[in-house]
């Protein structure tokens, strides 16, 4: 079934090949369907697959043209585009950026923010703190700036070393404290760093509001994101909110960080935009910052090939109308909690459920070998691996992550559906969740 001239992200398993999509099913060669609840590679399927309106654009668009040179023109769907993103933005953020995919989002945007201070003459502010468990993109500059220990091990030798601090992670709190008498350390501790680094030296801090694939929807307390700001402003630092994942809807606002009623000077966002139908990331900048490269008439020193691409525009045009015409962020919401009650009703059945946490259709569950102790299990017993297996033997797709606990131990399952499930379909995800968790609690004699 597979050809041996492709370079398959996972060399050791046998691919069923994938023929068609509609709604929130995709189906194999062999006409087996599967409910799509990790939507796509993570998160990035908002609007179900196959949907006409968004083909429709993407037909019309192409029939007129699908490639500008951008470096002598513009193009009106891009700049649609644009200027449908800023009515959604925090306000503030209205001038964006159009890149092809989340790391080229997060690398743009890390390279905007030094820009900045470059052009503001303050050369010396170049680091970008970081947290541990996060994960921006697989491409040097993200791996950089990431927490992921696994995606960065082996290229350690080629990464820019950056600060990181802990994450936002109440289940394991890295400081032995319980929310909320813990004086929120995990945040007030960027501090610390900025100080130890030298705020001369640093040029901004970066994190998923709501953390995705390396911890499974972990949400920090309502104070974290309104004392990085504080900390952000005081010691002048760019604060870069990565929307990759949880942007676009997703968690039951446009973008998570507004859950923290915080604005952020710079937006980095990708998978929802294109819906799945397309590559297209978007860098949403701060207007004061856009305002000190108009003064030092400097642009961007950067570009890609397909930056502003009009037929991809077209495609993320014709989601976000999509998404607003159907109310689907409130869907988020409304389903998100039915998909949380659900899933806290299995942790009670289910030893090996440590926790159930996330935002609106971004939820994730960790896996532990001991619910009392909170004792991962071993990296080997591919425990997340197992249960997505199990999932995907019953018609379901959902996405693993190890190293959850302390980037070696630990396991998650993150569950990021469509924004167009339903009761009946999100039924259909918790039973083969149930199921899949009760085979792997046999295998290990749990329960
Ligand atoms: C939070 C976050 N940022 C960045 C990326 C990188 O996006 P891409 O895979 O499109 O480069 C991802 C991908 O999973 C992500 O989850």
Known sequence: MSTPHMFYRDMFTEHVRIVRGEGVYIY????????DASGGANAAIPIGHGV???????????????????????NEPAEKLADEIAKITPEGLTTTWLVSSGSEATENAVKIARQYYYERGSTG???????????????????SV?????????????????????PAYCYRCWFRKEYPDCDIDCATFLEKVVRQEGPECVAGFIAEPIVGATTGATTPPKEYYPI????????????IADEVQCGIGRTGKWFAIEHWNVSPDIIATAKGLGGGYTPLGAVITRNSIVEQFMKSKSNIVGGHTSCANPLSSAVGLAILRYITENNLIEKCSEMGNYLKKRLTELQEDHPIIGDVRGMGLMIGIELVKDKKTKEPFQPESKVAATVTRECT????????????????????????????????????????????????EIQHHIG
Request: proline share 6%.
């Open 28 to 35: 194999d060669e062999f006409g087996k369907k599967y409910l």
């Open 228 to 239: 990085i700001r504080e900390i952000c402003d005081k010691y002048d630092l760019t604060f």
């Open 393 to 440: 033997k019953r018609g379901v797709i959902v996405y693993p992550g190890t190293g959850t606990a302390d980037g070696i131990l630990g396991d998650h399952i993150l569950l990021t559906p469509p924004f167009i499930v339903t009761k009946e379909h999100l039924d259909e995800l918790t039973s083969a969740l149930d199921e899949a968790t009760r085979a792997v």
């Open 146 to 166: 990431g927490g992921h220990t696994f995606r960065r091990s082996k290229f350690i030798p080629l990464l820019k070393d950056m600060p990181h601090i802990p």
């Open 52 to 74: 006409k309106p968004v083909i429709d654009a993407m037909i019309e668009q192409a029939r007129k043209i699908s490639f500008v040179p951008m470096h002598i023109f513009s």
């Open 125 to 143: 502010k170049f680091k970008i703190i970081t947290r541990w468990q996060s994960f921006f993109g697989n491409t040097l500059g993200a791996l």
